[in-house]
């Protein structure tokens, strides 16, 4: 497995490829966990070539986000890296990727980027496309894989794929998930026991939404028994609760299957920010 710093020394690497060699890519903030491994796993399966980027990325996180402390683990990301048989490492420094300083391209959104995270977190998606943009950019992969923990941002992806024709295939995973259900995350790391135990907020409240899902009448009802079950968990502060249609992210107005609704949550579990979704059919 090879590791790169810079973007010549691995455009080099890149020219190398045959055309016949399909590339796949993984981009990550690094932190790598199971969720990671399972993309990495699908992206080593389908590619000739595997490369993983692992860039915590300035321009996606707000003033008062976790920035300097999201976790750093470079050393240990590689070694799970190359016992997944990995080829390339792309990690580079921000100055590499952001020379001048953090550069403010601003991307239109269709306003797919100003509903969900999006209200919490302004600019989030402009700064994950200006990575995502740059980072095809320079790896030039023939694949691309995402997982559907973070829903919004696989769409958005998938639109400026589309908009902007990038000769890349943007591959939904699947939610990897602890045995009790808590989805995946590096930010899963910052919980006490107690907020670990409250952060099945998220998935206990989806899944019995889905469950009792003919005993709701409208989409009203539904947000009544999310605030209802909130009042379980003391130490979770519910920071939106949605129902979209699953594929352009619009809101539902009913609950039918022929709306192809998804419930979308996230939550503050003391101060860790947890995300989490679920098709309802
Ligand atoms: O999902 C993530 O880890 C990040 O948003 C991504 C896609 C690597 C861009 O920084």
Request: one cysteine or more; a negative charge; charged letters at 20%.
């Amino acid at each position: 497995m090879k590791i790169f710093h810079d973007i010549s020394s691995f455009r080099e690497e890149r020219k190398q490829l045959l055309p016949t060699q399909k590339l796949g890519l993984v981009p990550t903030m690094g932190a790598l966990h199971a969720g990671h491994a399972s993309l990495v796993k699908q992206a080593v399966a389908e590619n000739e070539v595997t490369a993983v980027s692992i860039f915590v990325n300035p321009t996606q996180f707000g003033p008062n986000e976790d920035l300097s402390k999201y976790p750093r683990s470079l050393e240990q990301d590689c070694a799970l890296l190359e016992s997944l048989g990995v080829d390339w490492v792309f990690a580079p420094a921000p100055r590499e990727i952001y020379p001048e300083k953090e550069s403010e391209i601003i991307f239109s959104l269709r306003s797919m980027d100003r509903k969900l995270c999006g209200r919490s977190r302004p600019g989030h998606f402009n700064g994950v496309i200006q990575v995502v943009s740059i980072l095809f950019n320079i790896i030039q992969p023939d694949r691309a894989y995402f997982g559907l923990k973070d829903y919004q941002q696989f769409q958005i992806i998938r639109q400026m794929v589309n908009d902007l024709h990038f000769p890349v295939q943007a591959v939904p995973c699947p939610i990897i998930r602890e045995e009790d259900g808590l989805a995946l995350s590096s930010r899963n790391v910052y919980l006490s026991s107690q907020e670990r135990i409250q952060s099945l907020f998220l998935i206990h409240t989806l899944k019995a939404i889905k469950q009792k899902l003919e005993d709701f009448q409208t989409v009203t009802d539904v947000k009544d028994f999310v605030h209802h079950t909130l009042a379980q968990y003391p130490l979770v502060k519910l920071d939106y609760f949605e129902l979209l249609n699953d594929k352009n992210l619009a809101e539902v107005d009913s609950l039918t299957a022929s709306s192809s609704p998804r419930a979308f949550i996230a939550a503050f579990v003391g101060k860790t920010r947890l995300i989490d979704n679920l098709a309802l059919y």
